[in-house]
């Protein structure tokens, strides 16, 4: 079962503008991972944010995550058509048996036009 | 290159039949994943290894099974194969567990 539920599930955009993906999930958690999937091929992560952090940023990427809503989002700004991909929330369940197991939501597919 | 290598990275095979895919983690890497992405089930984990012992496991079918050797590289055998069993399968690795996975490129099995 999918742990985190996307929003939106497709996402069309021209290249410069920024694009906000949202997560939602269901139980509490030690992290959440966003994760780039190009056409077919393995994932790339792209950013972790612990659940005692609010906000966290690589390049790029901005990640926030309210732990009381169970929710994150991911924004790319000033995008590029190469960010063209499938983008994917992760969650590491807390509690002692989940040994770093993610549950994927079902992705984003962001179309960026050149 | 990610660092991560999986072989085959096509495999087509008849119904079934048995077929074996392998991971080799990213070298330093002692925990390996295996998950399996299909168009209805999406990213679906199956099965955890640390270190040559099992410490998780998912939605993984009795037909299927892994090990991971002393070396590190683990394998997934997939047995009497199923049309519904056609999907991406993935490895992943890190260091141990908490942080972020690397993965390799997957390997796209076809049954027919």
């Known amino acids: 079962s999918q742990q985190g539920e996307e929003d939106p599930q497709a996402l069309s955009i021209q290249e410069g503008e920024n694009a906000t993906m949202n997560c939602s999930y269901k139980?509490?958690?030690?992290?959440l991972q966003w994760y780039r999937q190009n056409s077919g091929r393995g994932l790339v992560h792209l950013i972790l944010i612990r659940s005692n952090e609010r906000e966290k940023h690589s390049g790029r990427l901005r990640v926030t995550l309210d732990t009381s809503k169970k929710s994150s989002s991911l924004l790319i700004t000033a995008s590029r058509a190469a960010d063209t991909a499938s983008y994917f929330c992760a969650t590491d369940a807390a509690g002692g048996t989940s040994y770093g197991k993610l549950t994927f939501g079902q992705g984003t597919i962001l179309t960026v036009h050149p | 290159d990610s660092g991560v290598t999986q072989t085959p990275k096509h495999l087509i095979t008849a119904t079934g039949q048995r077929v074996t895919l392998r991971c080799s983690p990213r070298s330093g890497d002692l925990s390996v994943y295996w998950y399996q992405q299909s168009l209805d089930q999406g990213l679906q984990f199956l099965i955890q290894y640390y270190n040559g012992e099992e410490r998780a496991k998912g939605n993984i079918l009795e037909r299927f099974s892994a090990q991971q050797f002393p070396d590190l590289h683990s394998e997934l055998n997939l047995s009497s194969l199923e049309l519904g069993d056609s999907a991406l399968y993935f490895c992943?690795?890190?260091?141990?567990w908490g942080g972020g996975y690397t993965f390799g490129s997957g390997t796209r099995l076809t049954v027919v």
């Open positions: 139980t509490s958690i030690n992290n």
């Open positions: 992943a690795s890190s260091v141990s």
